[in-house]
């Protein structure tokens, strides 16, 4: 069972916590962690972009002059690719580049982009990471007391304060962690939890598995 050290804000060590071992002690798969990732992004493309073709651009259905003995090159049309205002060759058009990705492989996904940053030490605990109020300076402290000057990726359990001081931070992403995704952990070289968000990351993970028992018990 794979275990992390944990700290409080002043960048001290208070502890240990170990770790499930059924979604931080996964095996690493590039393949199943790239296509989760493609996906997402994917996912999250608009595909409105749209451009006229010659045969919709208004105009341009006269020839514009006699196809011979002008010395100008011949010409069909006022509105084919090369004239200005005209057609655009292979035009865009508003197209839909979702990928269907099963939960089952999302979620190992995200499993062994986890264990990836356990097994490397970008796995980041803390015994509490709560704010009275949103005060920016409070996190940059925090952040500079865990000697921590890279992209950060701060899971919460829904912590609004935190979420609005550190939002102004440079390279640093606060997600409640039911909501964490595998691009968001992945594009980040450290992350950093508090032990009940890792603990609220544990019961989405459990929480199907509840379900499918007792719908067997039913």
Same mark, same amino acid.
């Given at each position: 069972m794979p275990s992390v050290k944990v700290y409080n804000t002043k960048g001290a060590e208070v502890g240990q916590m170990e770790l499930a071992a059924d979604i931080f002690g996964c095996e690493y798969n590039e393949a199943l962690i790239h296509q989760a990732v493609v996906a997402q992004l994917a996912n999250a493309r608009q595909g409105t972009k749209s451009a006229? #073709?010659?045969?919709?651009?208004?105009?341009g259905g006269?020839?514009?002059?006699?196809?011979? %003995? #002008?010395?100008?090159?011949?010409? %069909?049309?006022?509105?084919?690719?090369?004239? #200005?205002?005209?057609?655009?060759?292979?035009a865009p058009k508003p197209r839909d580049f979702s990928q269907k990705m099963n939960v089952k492989a999302r979620r190992g996904a995200l499993k062994s982009a986890l264990s990836y940053k356990v097994a490397n030490d970008q796995f980041i605990v803390l015994d509490e990471f709560r704010l009275t109020a949103a005060k920016t300076k409070e996190v940059a402290q925090v952040l500079k007391n865990l000697k921590l000057d890279k992209s950060v990726l701060i899971l919460t359990d829904g912590d609004a304060n935190l979420a609005l001081a550190a939002r102004n931070i440079a390279n640093v992403t606060v997600l409640e962690a039911v909501n964490a995704s595998v691009y968001d952990v992945v594009r980040n070289a450290k992350i950093l939890a508090s032990k009940s968000a890792v603990e609220a990351f544990c019961q989405l993970f459990a929480k199907p598995e509840a379900e499918k028992s007792e719908e067997v018990n039913a």
């Open positions: 006229l #073709t010659r045969a919709e651009v208004r105009g006269i020839k514009p002059w006699r196809q011979k %003995g #002008t010395g100008r090159a011949r010409q %069909g049309s006022i509105r084919a690719p090369q004239w #200005t205002k005209g057609g655009v060759v292979f």
